[in-house]
């Protein structure tokens, strides 16, 4: 039944980006009932007794998420995910229960908006006080989409969500996440026009500029982020000239980006791995946190960015 659950789903999925485009009726209806059938699967999965404890969380993890994205059910999503947090407590999977409470976050607040904020505070001081990083930087990310999704991602406490990522950052030597930081930081100050503000911009991209020999920070979306940065920035100093440069520039990076895919919108940030008595990153984290390879040092935060088309427009 799960096989059949992903068939669908995968076939959906991959049809998504030309039913968006064409905006068939019937292309739309033949969508959902892919989607409608996946679900009734993943739920007749459920009902059987056969599943181990992890199979069941993995299970009632990807229902959920599905029924988040595809339905406007909140509350069933909130229930799948209670159980599976439940799941993990009774049988100590720590790595799953971290993606069920990712999950929850989002349902939460998606039902109300104030609830979801104060709910992850909760989780970032957990991650604090267990030193799991690599969960503290997912849970601060989070709340940063939050505070934009809210419209107050210029309010101090937005700001300061995001300097504590780069703190954090900047203690590990996690290059990468740490220019991330800046560069978002920079992106929400040109939401306010406050005096000031401009300059505190130009800090961050030269606080992003300082790391840029190295060889962790050598990532396409986070080069094209900052030219992003530097161009929006430009366009309020009323310099055409300046301003058609760094168009150009970053035209010209966008046409070079052979690798960049034009339906997926996900990238990977290196962070230093850390060796820990409990497992908190796995196969089954690898939509948020993916690990690294044996060898590697470093492990992978999953970020969601924009496709190739979506930024060209």
């Not at 076939?11 to 959902?32: F, L, P, V």
């Not at 989002?106 to 970032?124: E, M, P, S, Y």
């Not at 046409?255 to 850390?274: L, M, S, Y």
Request: with cysteine; net charge negative; proline share 2%.
């Amino acid at each position: 039944m799960v096989a059949i659950a992903e068939e669908c789903l995968e076939k959906a999925r991959s049809a998504s980006h030309d039913i968006a485009m064409c905006g068939s009726e019937d292309a739309i209806e033949e969508y959902q009932k892919l989607i409608s059938t996946a679900l009734t699967c993943f739920e007749t999965a459920l009902d059987s007794s056969r599943l181990t404890p992890r199979e069941e969380a993995r299970l009632r993890l990807r229902y959920a998420t599905v029924v988040q994205e595809e339905t406007e059910n909140v509350m069933e999503a909130e229930t799948a995910l209670t159980k599976g947090v439940s799941l993990c407590d009774k049988h100590r999977l720590f790595d799953l229960k971290y993606c069920l409470q990712y999950a929850m976050l989002k349902t939460l607040f998606q039902r109300n908006q104030k609830a979801g904020l104060k709910a992850v505070d909760t989780h970032i001081a957990n991650c604090e006080a267990f030193k799991h990083v690599h969960w503290y930087y997912a849970f601060r990310l989070l709340k940063a989409s939050f505070y934009h999704e809210t419209g107050h991602s210029s309010d101090t406490s937005a700001l300061e969500n995001l300097r504590a990522i780069q703190d954090i950052a900047n203690v590990r030597g996690d290059v990468a996440m740490s220019v991330l930081a800046s560069l978002l930081e920079g992106l929400t100050l040109l939401k306010t026009e406050k005096e000031g503000n401009l300059e505190k911009v130009h800090s961050c991209l030269a606080q992003a500029a300082k790391y840029q020999l190295d060889p962790s920070v050598k990532i396409m979306e986070l080069d094209v982020l900052t030219m992003i940065l530097d161009f929006a920035a430009s366009l309020h100093h009323q310099n055409p000239e300046l301003t058609t440069q760094k168009l150009r520039k970053l035209q010209k990076a966008l046409d070079e980006c052979e690798d960049w895919h034009n339906v997926r919108a996900d990238f990977t940030v290196p962070v230093k791995k850390q060796s820990s008595s409990a497992k908190t990153v796995s196969e089954d984290t690898e939509g948020i946190i993916r690990p690294g390879d044996a060898d590697a040092s470093s492990d992978l935060l999953v970020m969601s960015f924009m496709t190739k088309m979506e930024l060209r427009s």
